[in-house]
């Protein structure tokens, strides 16, 4: 009884204050397929990660076709309705021998709120191979 009194009280006193308690996306999903930037190949087992106020999180991989899909990040806030919410997120590609790729995945004022996932598909991503890196030689004196 003592809880769902105190309980009360907070909603009470957060409503009165202005605070709203909703939920919000934190990120789009996204799907689509990674490729080779320079064969246009697909990329099989490339590690996709979801990067959300500075946090790398592991969310998929790529399939045999190089294809990939991430669902939404969802999260429920209590917060004061000020100015346009949105929420910088990115999902980042990796694999060993290629340069690490990057994808928005920033929600902005109307993805926000919205009861749908706000969503992002047919995307291409491209991966470069990481240079090759030959010695040096020494020279004979």
Do not use: N
């Not at 246009?40 to 959300?52: K, Q, S």
């Not at 706000?118 to 990481?130: D, F, H, L, T, Y």
């Amino acid at each position: 009884m003592k809880s769902w009194c105190l309980f009360l009280v907070i909603t009470f006193a957060l409503g009165c204050s202005g605070c709203v308690i909703r939920p919000h996306w934190l990120s789009k999903e996204a799907s689509g397929t990674v490729r080779d930037a320079d064969t246009g190949e697909p990329l099989a087992d490339v590690t996709i990660y979801r990067a959300i106020d500075g946090s790398l999180t592991p969310v998929s991989k790529t399939d045999a076709r190089g294809q990939f899909h991430v669902g939404a990040k969802r999260s429920v806030r209590i917060e004061v309705p000020l100015g346009d919410p949105s929420h910088a997120s990115s999902l980042v590609f990796r694999k060993p021998g290629f340069i690490e790729a990057t994808l928005s995945t920033r929600t902005i004022t109307g993805d926000v709120y919205q009861s749908a996932p706000p969503s992002k598909a047919g995307v291409i991503v491209q991966m470069k191979k990481e240079p090759i890196q030959l010695p040096e030689t020494t020279r004979g004196k």
